[in-house]
């Protein structure tokens, strides 16, 4: 395994970052996995020198979060050996302030994950997304004083709009408050609006990219087909809820599928190849809910694709209208 430091912060994490969504209740999603059955990859994980782990309190209502606690602290044999981080912003509970990024909601929040993870701070405590309806302000000193508090060491965002995100930056400079220190967006070689204003950013900034979903939700590693196939339990719940994918993806995919098949490799760790080429990119969060998702994600950090490679993969990429923004 090999680390980055994450943008210009001095946290340091391994290229690959492990995704805990996939571990959680079956009861409430269900192609996740239970903790017994998460235990051996997350294991496997932390043997090939993975140190960042992440999650967010509304995985499977807390569930994630509990099952992260119990296995970092099982396979660690100290706090400081990791690297943990989660999110807040999504409804935990009924109220009118169980969500968002109030002061009251981020100071319930931060305690909450911090009895479920079993942890006395948060390594990279993360905001799950913008919220229109509590001032910048407000919600920038309300995450320093966590950061104050010794709950938090850093401070990371995830997907918003850029302007909104050079909005948070200039108010916590301008109060003399923490800013974010990471970028954690949607990536991947299907979906790449993000390199027209929010990675550029990130670059001038000195903030460290942390893609999620950059197998596209499993289209990248085979998990469907143009004809309609779908192979995994994930992909089918995700065509009955309605996917955004179209014709283009899978032109993507045919030039991956070449590509991996010219070097005799699976086209996920090609995929992930592609990321970790990007100078943006600290750590991919990568989900695996299979001993062999795990492997082709650490081979992928000794991958390096050349540059006819790289050409190939990205030509048949069309512009989309991007989304997921609330």
């Known amino acids: ?84 981080a989660t999110k807040l912003y999504y409804p935990m509970g009924s109220g009118p302030n169980d969500r968002g990024l109030s ?19 948060i390594d990279l405590y993360q905001v799950h997304r913008w919220d229109p309806e509590t001032p910048i302000e407000e919600t920038m000193a309300a995450l320093d004083d966590v950061v104050r508090a010794g709950k ?3 401070l990371g965002a995830s997907l918003m709009h850029t302007w909104q995100f050079a909005k948070a930056q200039y108010t916590a400079r301008a109060g ?12 991947n070689l299907a979906y790449r609006e993000e390199e027209r204003e929010m990675i550029p950013c990130c670059l001038d900034q000195g903030v460290g990219l942390l893609p999620y979903s950059p197998l ?14 779908r192979h995994t339990p994930r992909a089918m719940a995700e065509q009955a809820a309605g996917s955004r994918q179209d014709d283009n993806d899978f032109d993507v995919v045919d030039a991956l599928r070449s590509v991996a098949a010219g070097h005799g490799l699976p086209p ?5 190849a592609w990321l970790l080429g990007k100078s943006s990119v600290s750590a991919p969060i990568v989900g695996a809910t299979k001993p062999g998702h795990l492997d082709d994600a650490v081979a992928a950090v000794d991958l390096t694709l ?15 209208a991007p989304y997921g923004y609330s």
């Open 216 to 229: 596209a939700r499993g289209l990248l590693a085979g998990t469907r087909e143009r004809d309609g196939v």
């Open 268 to 272: 996920a760790r090609v995929a992930l």
């Open 103 to 121: 002061r009251k909601h981020i100071m319930d929040a931060v305690d909450a994950s911090l009895r479920r993870l079993g942890t006395d701070y």
């Open 176 to 187: 003399g408050w923490s800013g974010f220190v990471s970028m954690q967006t949607r990536y």
């Open 152 to 154: 938090v060491r850093y």
């Open 306 to 320: 050349r540059d006819e490679d790289v050409a190939t993969l990205e030509a048949p990429y069309r512009p989309r």
């Open 1 to 84: 395994m090999r680390y980055a430091r994450l943008g210009t912060s001095g946290l340091k994490v391994s290229r690959i970052g492990l995704g805990m969504m996939s571990y959680g209740d079956p009861g409430l999603v269900a192609w996740c996995l239970p903790q017994e059955a998460a235990e051996p990859i997350v294991r496997r994980a932390v043997d090939a020198g993975v140190t960042f782990f992440d999650t967010a309190d509304m995985y499977s209502g807390g569930a994630s979060e509990q099952i992260t606690g119990r296995l970092l602290g099982k396979f660690f044999a100290q706090r400081s050996d990791y690297v943990l």
